[in-house]
């Protein structure tokens, strides 16, 4: 029997910087792909439509789409929001999940030290949730681009203590749609606290409509993707 291999590819949203009111919490992503299940044809498919819309070989970057952002800066809405549904439907449609680590900076010290300590803490009691999952797996392979070398010390020394058979890669976000996906998410995430607060910005408002329309149109079809409903 060939071994079950599982694919974790992981993003972040937020900084180990001193606490911030606009910027409260930290937010891990981690997308789950059984390397056993095919989705070539839905990632073709996703390539070739981001292509048509004019940016081939492109990673797509959620928050910069919503915000008018580096190179989306000049995109017109529509443009932007056809970008941002050719990932939404390919998450939604796609046979992956995903689970999110958060934590609150404001909860902690407020020091460096402190915020790598809950995070490690975050994402252990994610993946311990889900032990049996990741137990079913011969081997873990997980994906990051090594954006913030704290982080990519904390996914090798969590996913170590907890499994033997765990590797570590970096990535190129433009070659990985799921790890595009993993952008996505940490950005939904984010996008639905700020919702519940109702603390949306223009950008978001303009984007989604009310915080009530984003969670009932965009983040309800998120959420059924995540492993630990």
Do not use: W
């Not at 407020?110 to 994402?123: P, T």
């Not at 982080?151 to 070659?175: G, H, M, Y």
């Amino acid at each position: 029997m060939a071994n079950k291999t599982l694919s974790v590819f992981i993003d972040e949203s937020g900084d180990f910087g001193k606490f911030d009111s606009k910027s409260p919490c930290y937010y891990v992503s981690m997308v789950l792909h059984d390397q056993s299940v095919d989705i070539s044809s839905e990632i073709a498919k996703l390539e070739q439509r981001v292509s048509n819309y004019g940016f081939p070989h492109h990673a797509i970057h959620v928050g910069p789409i919503i915000r008018r952002e580096k190179i989306y800066s000049n995109e017109l809405m529509e443009k932007r929001k056809a970008l941002f549904n050719a990932l939404f439907h390919f998450t939604r449609k796609t046979d992956i999940f995903y689970l999110c680590a958060k934590i609150n900076k404001a909860e902690c010290e407020d020091n460096e030290f402190s915020y790598i300590a809950k995070i490690s803490r975050a994402i252990t009691d994610e993946l311990k949730k889900n032990i049996d999952f990741f137990n079913s797996y011969d081997l873990i392979i997980n994906y990051y681009d090594y954006g913030q070398s704290n982080l990519t010390k904390i996914i090798t020394a969590v996913f170590s203590a907890l499994f033997n058979n765990v590797e570590l890669r970096k990535v190129q976000p433009a070659d990985y749609k799921l790890f595009q996906v993993a952008d996505l998410i940490c950005t939904m995430e984010l996008t639905k606290d700020k919702a519940d607060k109702n603390a949306f910005s223009n950008s978001e408002i303009e984007f989604f409509g009310s915080a009530r329309d984003f969670k009932k149109n965009i983040y309800k079809q998120i959420e059924k993707k995540k492993l630990n409903k």
